[in-house]
């Protein structure tokens, strides 16, 4: 019987609030600050009460580097946002695309909303023109895959194609299956990652919703929603023996990963039943041969919801019952939420670099009984497993074990 | 890598133009008739083309057996009541059945609540106020929340949106979390419901037929849309064997790729989609000549058929042309992201009927796509073997699942 492949992380993209790839993140995961401007209110909300008036915007980031502008043009933003993430991925890894595409490389993303402008565009033209009046370019673009899509042709990656719709566990949901077709021998390499844009109309209607804050503050007492944001943050996933082979450099080991459903979950918020996630999260470590006590942190997918922090601070507790939590990062009151800026913090654990809490936090939630790890300019000991965790409005959760790798 | 213990098909449900349920389904298909018509969910009158396999109105106890029936979409209508079909016909009936605590629930879905969301917008927009209950249901892993949520299953639940694909993309990876130990039993499968954008979009492109659509016929001009679910209870072996289930099917095998060449036109020589055949009959452990019938993606499209055909040619070499061929789309339509998961039902039910369904849709074979057609009446599936399921999408993804029967040999 041969061994089971292991899966490494070679390279990260991101197009962030903060900027392009990981170095500005880091900094702002040391800072502890967000990075976000106004987001117009679309005409038909604009009446209503607003909570928040504020996203993590990629707006001025300049990205021209990795994409010309004519291919562009016939890109919705969520596709320009992956396929510059995955070109930056693909640099960092040092895999460069051949010139015929690789039936080897599998492409796994995750997406919320789409490219809900080409969308409501579309629906514009209906309403305005009647049906004729759609344009077939913004139809083939609103299609929830048309970044996958993209990313496959501009990345040469011919292997399996898959968009994947975990909403706020898209993105580390995304992990664990790219890892799962590499470790099954379906494909030898990966990008994985997610991709979001926030328009007017999205972030009008989560206000509508009550779910959205200018100052998030994850895990706080006072907290009352999370910030939203947009980008894209992509990974290389390889198998391990070929990527030490070629002399990559290996920013991680993926080691584990699962996922759970909470069917306490409404569909327009987080459940109350973190049993699901725990379970799963032992389960898994067991399948991969590890135990609780492996984990040395944990990047939680706290981003300043009332609900959602609740269930993540449970979940850990559950998990850790009768132990001392590790360091317990909450990067989304830094990155926003979607688009998968937060794993970033992982490769930040790892490496040992500083995260401060996020801004704002000031008062700890007795009921939640966890509070953000993390002093700015303080560089904790790099991690040698990072658990990832990430739970989803309308039930849905993913977790995946980061584990730090000795270099070739 | 072992491929672990069989993975038994307990259980199939279904809704489609034919109506609700797997036995509309099968007696639709096997009279060889379409479904397809003048839909009634969208005014349909200022489109290019106004025909399209929607959805007959649901059987009224429906509301009755589900509380939450008013609040949902008819994506999330037609995939809980295709689950909820597959589970009894599994032997599952109880209404959270203890098996399921610790089901993955894997669908496909590219449009999901869609036809509510445009009607949440044009509220919005025609006098500024509109029901936030609409919008809660826009989004595409919605079926697949309201299954488990439904069901009080807490294994894995994702939704795969990757287009005309997704189902049976959702098939494969429901394999592979049985096949990893990470569950026991999957409801694996798709749904999803008629919209303007998607409609008025495949229109926009040319791409849809004025008439129901006419798979691998030489007059052939385009698709035709459909909407429904097709939901399969999936186990392992021995979970199933130690409750005393027996198997449908069994799903052997899946494999998918990606074309990397365009976002909606096939690659003209169905490179992707060939890998996506074999990579299945490789998982599957299976070869061309152990193929009894292939039931297609076939769309009706000029371009999609004779990909497909050269996909199939260069997958299956010279058996390509002797393997029977049925499309379920001349009867359905395109179900989108459902279309492999009400193909995958109904490659079911052929091997579990002993016939293959005849491919709806009038005129003469194309001579540039030479497969063994089968029309005119089912066909009895002559030789016992494995069928393949095959699906192509925009953005270039193709999949394919690989059946073989349920019962042994006679």
């Known amino acids: 019987m041969t061994a089971p492949r292991t899966v490494v992380v070679t390279g990260v993209g991101a197009l962030t609030s903060h900027g392009l790839g990981l170095s500005p993140l880091f900094d702002a995961l040391g800072r502890g600050e967000p990075l976000a401007a106004p987001i117009d209110r679309l005409p038909e909300l604009a009446a209503r009460a607003a909570s928040a008036r504020r996203a993590a915007r990629v707006d001025g980031v300049a990205w021209d580097e990795w994409l010309a502008r004519r291919a562009a043009r016939r890109m919705s933003p969520p596709s320009i946002y992956g396929v510059v993430a995955a070109r930056m991925a693909q640099a960092d890894s040092g895999l460069e695309p051949g010139e015929e595409p690789d039936p080897e490389y599998a492409v796994v993303l995750a997406t919320t909303y789409g490219a809900c402008s080409y969308s409501q565009r579309m629906l514009d033209q209906i309403l305005d023109h009647g049906p004729e009046g759609i344009s077939p370019l913004l139809f083939m673009e609103s299609v929830v895959n048309a970044p996958a899509g993209q990313v496959a042709i501009q990345c040469r990656a011919a292997g399996p194609n898959l968009s994947l719709c975990l909403r706020e566990a898209g993105p580390v949901a995304t992990v664990g299956r790219g890892a799962a077709e590499i470790a099954a021998g379906r494909a030898s390499r990966a990008l994985v990652g997610a991709t979001e844009e926030m328009t007017p109309l999205l972030h009008g209607v989560l206000d509508q919703f009550r779910s959205l804050s200018d100052h998030p503050r994850p895990l706080d007492r006072r907290r009352d929603g999370f910030l939203a944001g947009e980008g894209a943050l992509i990974m290389v996933l390889e198998e391990e023996a070929a990527a030490r082979r070629r002399g990559a450099r290996l920013r991680a080991r993926v080691r584990a990963w699962g996922g759970a459903f909470d069917p306490t979950a409404p569909c327009a918020d987080w459940g109350h039943d973190p049993v699901p996630l725990a379970r799963s999260i032992r389960a898994g470590l067991a399948r991969?041969?590890?135990?609780?006590?492996?984990?040395?942190?944990?990047?939680?997918?706290?981003?300043?919801?009332?609900?959602?922090?609740?269930?993540?601070?449970?979940?850990?507790?559950?998990?850790?019952?009768?132990?001392?939590?590790?360091?317990?990062?909450?990067?989304?009151?830094?990155?926003?939420?979607?688009?998968?800026?937060?794993?970033?913090?992982?490769f930040a654990a790892l490496e040992g670099r500083p995260m401060a809490p996020p801004a704002g936090f000031g008062e700890p939630d007795p009921e939640l009984g966890v509070t953000p790890s993390g002093l700015a300019g303080s560089a904790p000991p790099p991690a040698g497993r990072v658990l990832v965790t990430g739970s989803a409005a309308g039930g849905s959760a993913a977790w995946a074990v980061l584990e730090r790798v000795d270099q070739p | 890598m072992s491929r672990g213990e069989p993975v038994w098909v307990t259980g199939a449900g279904a809704v489609s133009a034919w109506g609700w349920g797997v036995e509309p389904l099968w007696q639709g298909l096997a009279a060889g008739t379409t479904a397809i018509r003048r839909p009634d969910r969208f005014d349909s009158s200022a489109y290019r083309t106004r025909v399209a396999g929607e959805v007959p109105d649901p059987p009224a106890e429906l509301a009755g057996r589900f509380s939450g029936w008013s609040g949902w979409s008819w994506a999330d209508r037609f995939a809980v009541a295709a689950a909820r079909e597959a589970l009894d016909r599994a032997g599952l009936g109880a209404e959270r059945p203890a098996e399921l605590a610790n089901a993955t629930v894997v669908l496909g879905s590219s449009t999901g609540g869609m036809l509510e969301g445009e009607e949440y917008y044009e509220g919005l927009r025609r006098d500024q106020r509109s029901r936030l209950r609409l919008i809660t249901r826009q989004l595409v892993s919605s079926p697949g929340?309201?299954?488990?949520?439904?069901?009080?299953?807490?294994?894995?639940?994702?939704?795969?949106?990757?287009?005309?694909?997704?189902?049976?993309?959702?098939?494969?990876?429901?394999?592979?979390?049985?096949?990893?130990?990470?569950?026991?039993?999957?409801?694996?499968?798709?749904?999803?419901?008629?919209?303007?954008?998607?409609?008025?979009?495949?229109?926009?492109?040319?791409?849809?037929?004025?008439?129901?659509?006419?798979?691998?016929?030489?007059?052939?001009?385009?698709?035709?849309?459909?909407?429904?679910?097709?939901?399969?209870?999936?186990?392992?072996?021995?979970?199933?064997?130690?409750?005393?289930?027996?198997?449908?099917?069994?799903?052997?095998?899946?494999?998918?790729?990606?074309?990397?060449?365009?976002?909606?036109?096939?690659?003209?020589?169905?490179?992707?989609?060939?890998?996506?055949?074999?990579?299945?009959?490789?998982?599957?452990?299976?070869?061309?000549?152990?193929?009894?019938?292939?039931?297609?993606?076939?769309?009706?499209?000029?371009?999609?058929?004779?990909?497909?055909?050269?996909?199939?040619?260069?997958?299956?070499?010279?058996?390509?042309?002797?393997?029977?061929?049925?499309?379920?789309?001349?009867?359905?339509?395109?179900?989108?992201?459902?279309?492999?998961?009400?193909?995958?039902?109904?490659?079911?039910?052929?091997?579990?009927?002993g016939s293959v369904h005849p491919t709806a849709g009038v005129g003469e074979p194309d001579p540039e796509a030479p497969v063994d057609l089968v029309r005119d009446g089912t066909r009895p599936i002559e030789r016992r073997g494995a069928a393949v399921s095959l699906n192509l999408a925009f953005g270039g993804c193709n999949a394919a699942v690989v059946f073989e029967p349920g019962s042994p040999p006679a």
């Open chain 1, 288 to 346: 991969h041969e590890l135990a609780v006590d492996d984990v040395d942190a944990v990047v939680c997918g706290a981003s300043g919801s009332r609900r959602g922090d609740r269930l993540e601070a449970g979940v850990l507790r559950d998990l850790f019952s009768g132990r001392d939590l590790p360091p317990v990062y909450a990067p989304k009151g830094v990155t926003g939420e979607y688009a998968g800026a937060y794993l970033a913090a992982g």
């Open chain 2, 145 to 353: 929340e309201v299954v488990a949520r439904e069901l009080g299953c807490s294994g894995p639940v994702e939704t795969v949106s990757s287009a005309c694909a997704s189902g049976t993309l959702a098939l494969g990876m429901a394999l592979e979390r049985l096949r990893a130990g990470e569950a026991d039993i999957a409801l694996a499968g798709g749904s999803d419901g008629l919209c303007r954008i998607t409609y008025g979009g495949f229109n926009a492109l040319r791409l849809v037929d004025d008439e129901p659509c006419r798979p691998f016929r030489r007059e052939r001009a385009g698709l035709s849309i459909g909407e429904g679910s097709g939901i399969l209870v999936l186990e392992t072996a021995s979970t199933a064997a130690a409750r005393g289930a027996t198997p449908l099917a069994i799903l052997s095998g899946a494999g998918a790729s990606s074309d990397a060449h365009h976002m909606t036109a096939p690659h003209p020589e169905g490179e992707g989609a060939a890998r996506a055949v074999s990579r299945a009959l490789v998982d599957a452990a299976r070869g061309p000549g152990d193929l009894a019938f292939i039931n297609a993606h076939g769309t009706g499209t000029p371009l999609n058929d004779v990909a497909e055909w050269r996909a199939l040619a260069s997958a299956l070499g010279r058996v390509a042309g002797q393997v029977p061929v049925t499309s379920t789309k001349g009867a359905v339509g395109h179900l989108l992201g459902a279309a492999g998961a009400i193909e995958a039902v109904a490659t079911v039910l052929s091997l579990v009927h």
